[in-house]
């Protein structure tokens, strides 16, 4: 027994681990039941601790075959992200979606049906994913797709590992020209000036803003917004245009934003805020960026989630509809800064159309925002909770550490749809998460 | 660009794959052998598209020592390098009861190493140049009752790769020894291993690496090993056949 947490370092609860490397012994495994699969941890909250045992998949790795005509990689659940990076892009391809961290699994990424910054554009993971192969609570392993096992196969995207544990998937890469990114940035002062500017670069590959969700009154909201290109060698320097798929090595490479802070209080966030936003006014305009910096500018400060200390943190992250934004994310970001909670990282993205079963996203605005796991910040997230509800919104799982169950039900109809099919599958007891015992899934 | 060919002796355990892992990592083909080599077909995909290396696979029994030459002569190019991580630790009790346990753990552990790393330094000798890695193991530092029988051939195997090097040393061919201590793989799955003692099978893969770039003689992974084992090492005997450690 060791304790488990998950990548906010709360909740914290005593696990029994098992690491199998073979399919058999996988199925060992999870033959008692009320297991869940863990991939690298990079859920906040409790998703991947087992009600039981919690299965590590990191020693079911292997990639299997790639095909460098056309981008197909078939690999086990366990493969980060980080290495099909390492692999594949000196060869001109790159993750299709790819989360904030590259420390992340296959079978995670799959699990969370993550979004990236191009989800207005080419929407989550699921749309790259051609199949999966997933077993059973007896061991089995079904292989599905879009039409064959489709049921198994739509609800497992997205299922956060309780319809049976991702074995090994068939994904479609995307061709990039260059390692880089060609970053236009724009400094917004106010919510409405964001919204706005998203709305009209539905056209940019890449967009996210960062929000300044300690500033109020008429400059409530306001931002940096990030669009993103990728680069191609003639746009680059010579030197980067000579090998495009090389990026400087990253001891030599600045960290994006140095950490002025010994602690993490409203005071320090505020400085933070204030500077980061006028940092990014100063620096506004045209850059280009490695593809590391661009989308994983966090994974250059190792063990940044140990900047909350030893009692951990927690992210918000919900959804709002199109047509409830605006009010929506006022009421959000109003709520937080009235509450001096002011979170070190706020995260603001437009989301394009999703069709799928139990996923995340919809087409509308996320918001994430994080917040030391506190009394005080849980009752402010009950707040903000509420928002959510009577504006449509819907919750992040792979986030979640502390929602209600109420709460997951009220704002989605999908998760009593999601129960029933569990059923079906025979992975009610079979696989069980800390979260999905707490969310009553 | 392949920077050389490296062999690897044992390529079915843990430390082994890390190893694979490294060397790849650094532009080496690999060579992986093992028993019922069809096995480490995975492996060998996933090494090649990971790394961009070419990697073969070649059956390989160290107890079968009749069959080592004709081992080497087959390998499609003699290797630059050969990391050897063949070991037994059997189970202590049943190697005390039981000969041919312990026969096995001892041929398995030492003689089996030993005769195929012998074989390949004097080809290597013969044509003027090679690097030779043993990874054995703390538990031939001193005898203990938990582990005496494993031990004893670790022992043995931390000899002869003193002595190899030694030969070899005039002769421009490297041996490293590598003592690792404990390390969290399937042989130790199940123990209770301290944490702060016990290396990953990635760190040992990267000691094995910068040892072999710096020309270590003899690595301990963690070094925290070293005082532990010279500790052991400077107890006197009759205090240490009381002790229980």
Not at chain 1, 161 to 187: D, E, H, N, Y
Not at chain 1, 225 to 243: C, F, I
Not at chain 2, 13 to 42: C, M, N, P, W
Not at chain 2, 84 to 107: K, P, S, Y
């Amino acid at each position: 027994m060791t304790d488990l947490s998950g990548w906010g370092g709360f909740p914290s609860h005593p696990a029994t681990l098992a690491n199998p490397v073979t399919q058999a012994d996988l199925a060992r495994a999870i033959a008692d039941g009320a297991v869940i699969a863990r991939g690298n941890g990079r859920a906040y909250g409790d998703s991947a601790i087992g009600l039981r045992k919690t299965v590590q998949m990191h020693g079911l790795n292997h990639m299997i075959s790639f095909d460098r005509q056309s981008g197909f990689l078939v690999a086990e659940a366990g493969v980060l992200l980080r290495d099909v990076i390492t692999a594949f892009l000196p060869h001109g391809w790159f993750p299709p979606v790819t989360p904030g961290t590259k420390f992340v699994t296959l079978g995670g990424m799959i699990a969370a049906d993550v979004h990236g910054k191009n989800h207005h554009k080419d929407g989550s993971f699921r749309n790259f994913v051609d199949w999966l192969d997933v077993m059973d609570a007896s061991g089995v392993v079904h292989h599905c797709n879009r039409t064959q096992n489709a049921q198994l196969f739509e609800w497992t995207i997205g299922g956060m590992g309780l319809t049976g544990v991702i074995l090994r998937a068939g994904i479609r890469l995307r061709p990039v020209p260059s390692a880089w990114i060609r970053q236009t940035s724009q400094a917004l002062p106010n919510l409405d000036a964001v919204i706005t500017a998203f709305e009209g670069a539905d056209a940019a590959t890449y967009s996210v803003a960062w929000i300044d969700c300690v500033s109020r009154g008429a400059s409530l909201g306001r931002s940096i917004l990030m669009l993103g290109e990728h680069a191609t060698p003639d746009e680059l320097s010579d030197d980067a245009a000579r090998y495009p798929f090389e990026i400087p090595d990253k001891t030599k490479r600045t960290v994006p934003f140095s950490m002025p802070f010994s602690l993490l209080n409203s005071l320090s966030v505020r400085a933070f805020n204030g500077l980061y936003y006028w940092n990014g006014r100063r620096n506004a305009g045209i850059s280009f960026v490695d593809y590391d910096t661009y989308f994983y500018p966090l994974d250059a400060i190792l063990g940044w989630n140990k900047i909350y200390g030893r009692r951990g943190f927690m992210q918000f992250q919900c959804v709002l509809p199109l047509e409830t934004a605006r009010d929506g994310l006022r009421a959000l970001l109003k709520t937080t800064s009235l509450a001096g909670a002011g979170s070190f990282l706020a995260v603001l993205k437009r989301f394009g159309p999703q069709d799928s079963a139990f996923s995340f996203p919809m087409l509308g605005y996320t918001l994430a925002l994080d917040f030391p796991a506190t009394p005080g910040m849980i009752a402010l997230m009950r707040k903000l909770d509420q928002i959510t509800l009577d504006h449509q919104g819907r919750f992040y799982l792979a986030k979640d550490s502390r929602m209600a169950p109420d709460t997951l039900h009220a704002s989605d109809p999908r998760a009593a749809q999601f129960k029933q099919m569990r059923q079906e599958f025979g992975a009610t007891d079979a696989f069980q998460s800390k979260q999905s015992e707490r969310l009553f899934l | 660009m392949s920077k050389g060919t490296m062999l690897l002796l044992g390529a079915k355990s843990d430390i082994g794959r890390a190893v694979a892992h490294r060397f790849a990592a650094a532009g080496y083909d690999i060579q992986l052998a093992a028993r019922d080599s069809d096995t480490l077909e995975a492996t060998k995909t996933d090494l090649a598209l990971r790394h961009n290396i070419a990697v073969t696979t070649h059956d390989f029994d160290v107890l079968q020592t009749d069959t080592h030459a004709g081992f080497v002569d087959a390998l499609p190019a003699l290797p630059d390098i050969v990391v050897c991580a063949i070991g037994l630790m059997g189970d202590q009790i049943a190697n005390e009861q039981d000969f041919e346990a312990a026969t096995r753990v001892m041929r398995s552990t030492y003689e089996g190493p030993a005769h195929i790393l012998g074989l390949l330094a004097n080809r290597f000798d013969a044509r003027g140049a090679g690097q030779i890695v043993g990874i054995s193991s703390v538990a031939g530092n001193r005898g203990r009752a938990k582990n005496y029988v494993y031990g004893s051939a670790k022992a043995g195997f931390t000899a002869y790769l003193s002595g190899l090097r030694n030969r070899m040393a005039k002769r421009g061919i490297h041996v490293l020894t590598v003592l690792p201590g404990f390390v969290n793989t399937q042989m130790t799955a199940g123990m209770d291993l301290p944490e702060k003692l016990t290396a990953e099978p990635e760190e040992v893969a990267n000691a094995i690496f910068n040892g072999l770039r710096k020309g270590r003689n003899i690595i301990y992974v963690r070094s925290i090993w070293f005082v532990i084992m010279t500790i052991i090492g400077s107890i006197p005997e009759r205090i240490f056949k009381k002790m229980n450690i």
